[in-house]
């Protein structure tokens, strides 16, 4: 679904020649996805027009490190998921963490609790542990942005209103249809995890960091894929809150709701 999901996007941009690859083999220990946040997400391709290319024969992890090896310099990545093909791309290209810039990696709760049930992790993390451990212990350059920063970004319920008063056209229609199918994106549930990381990514300077020693908990437990603060564990550039988020909202939000994609008055 996320394959198709991107391709559509992808198609609906005039951007086709953005390579787009995955890796069917699901890591053994891997946790899954509650099914609850599933539900409907059918509807992630309605209304996206049908790509016109198909996705790269590569899987991820090669794409990925062939990409950064071939790329203008600096490379950032760009890591929103559980970092399962980051990890294989590490595993297979050991020269890889020296072609990175840094990368930047949404996921971990350092010094506040995480979004997993009964657990302390955060999803992105507790999916798939081992993949987590792996990339934090790389000795690659890695900006986390974790619930500490995002907590503070929560989507804003006037957000909506916004989005249905703006000038239309493709793309914002097909975000609109999106919100009416997932109302608990503006009801306290959603925060801007992956947006907070992009402008990171970016440089855009929304959030305050600092460098600690973290690692992440592989043993089974109630802990299991928390990012804990250790000694011996590796210096991370970790993203820990937003001092203006109306700044952040009005850099982000304004740009979906009030401005046309195209640029058109």
Not at 234 to 262: K, M
Request: hydrophobic residues 40%; aromatic residues 8%; glycine residues 8%.
């Amino acid at each position: 679904m996320g394959l198709e999901v991107t391709l559509g996007i992808l198609a609906m941009f005039e951007r086709e020649d953005v390579p787009v690859a995955c890796d069917p083999e699901v890591p053994p220990d891997a946790e899954e996805w509650p099914a609850e946040f599933l539900v409907g997400h059918e509807a992630l391709t309605s209304g996206l027009p049908d790509a016109t290319t198909a996705s790269d024969v590569r899987p991820a992890y090669q794409l990925i490190a062939e990409v950064a090896s071939e790329f203008e310099r600096p490379v950032t990545l760009y890591a929103v998921a559980p970092l399962t093909n980051v990890a294989r791309a590490l595993d297979h290209f050991p020269g890889l963490s020296d072609e990175l810039e840094r990368i930047v990696v949404m996921g971990g709760a350092v010094d506040v609790r995480g979004n997993v049930g009964p657990a302390n992790a955060e999803w992105n993390f507790w999916i798939d542990v081992q993949a987590a451990a792996r990339v934090l212990g790389s000795g690659a350059q890695i900006t986390l942005v974790s619930l500490d920063a995002t907590n503070d970004v929560p989507v804003p319920d006037s957000w909506l209103d916004d989005l249905h008063e703006s000038k239309q056209s493709e793309p914002i229609e097909y975000l609109s249809r999106l919100v009416e199918i997932f109302p608990n994106v503006t009801s306290g549930f959603f925060y801007l995890w992956d947006e907070l990381a992009a402008s990171v990514a970016a440089g855009e300077g929304f959030v305050t960091s600092e460098e600690r020693t973290i690692s992440v908990v592989e043993e089974p437990g109630e802990d299991r894929g928390r990012t804990v603060p250790d000694p011996a564990g590796s210096p991370i550039a970790v993203s820990s809150g937003v001092p203006d988020p109306d700044s952040f909202y009005e850099h982000f939000l304004l740009p979906l709701s009030r401005t046309p994609v195209d640029g058109d008055e």
